[in-house]
């Protein structure tokens, strides 16, 4: 495995040669409508560390080229598959008719969550992340398969959409381990 330090990222440019070398995982990580570019470049570094298959951008989530997507995610945009859809709902909709046996994961409070540590995590997974302020949108959550939630014990009602979707990322992924 090569270890790349985050200056020699910066400056890397992926080639299809380079890409076609890292064996994708079957997951699938589609922002509904995330606001952010610094959430949007922090979630392309995330799916690089776990080698997600493709990112999907939706609704008014920006799209690369942009520069603070871009230092956010230190280059990995370029090692990352993306593709942009008008709706999230379009989105998952061309996906499941792509792969087989997809699971869609919205990561969301809900009443109808479950605890992240007692999902279905089987392959292939879509997780689905929403908005900063108003989370993913109801139409996605009733078109999911599952809904899980991160348990909060503080004064703070919910975490950085990045942070949430860390935590279920590496728990979906511990299950392949």
């Known amino acids: 495995m090569i270890k790349l330090g985050a200056s020699q990222l910066r400056t890397t440019k992926s080639t299809d040669r380079e890409k076609k070398k890292i064996k994708k995982n079957p997951v ?24 997600a298959e493709k ?20 280059n990995t945009t370029e090692w990352v598959e993306w593709e942009y859809a008008k709706t999230t709902k379009e989105a998952i909709k061309n996906l499941k008719l792509k792969i087989k046996n997809l699971r869609i994961i919205s990561i969301e409070q809900d009443k109808k969550s479950v605890s ?53 990322l590496f728990k979906a992924m511990e299950r392949k381990l």
């Open 28 to 51: 699938y990580i589609i922002l509904d409508n995330v606001m952010d570019t610094y959430n949007v470049g922090s979630i392309f570094r995330l799916a690089d560390a776990v080698a």
């Open 55 to 74: 990112i999907i951008l939706c609704g008014e989530t920006e799209t690369p080229p942009h520069t603070r997507i871009k230092k956010a995610s230190i």
């Open 116 to 168: 992240y540590n007692k999902a279905d995590y089987n392959l292939p997974i879509a997780l689905v992340v929403g908005h900063e302020s108003t989370g993913v949108s109801k139409e996605v959550l009733k078109i999911s398969d599952q809904i899980v939630e991160i348990p909060m014990w503080g004064v703070n009602k919910s975490l950085n959409v990045v942070v949430s979707l860390a935590i279920v």
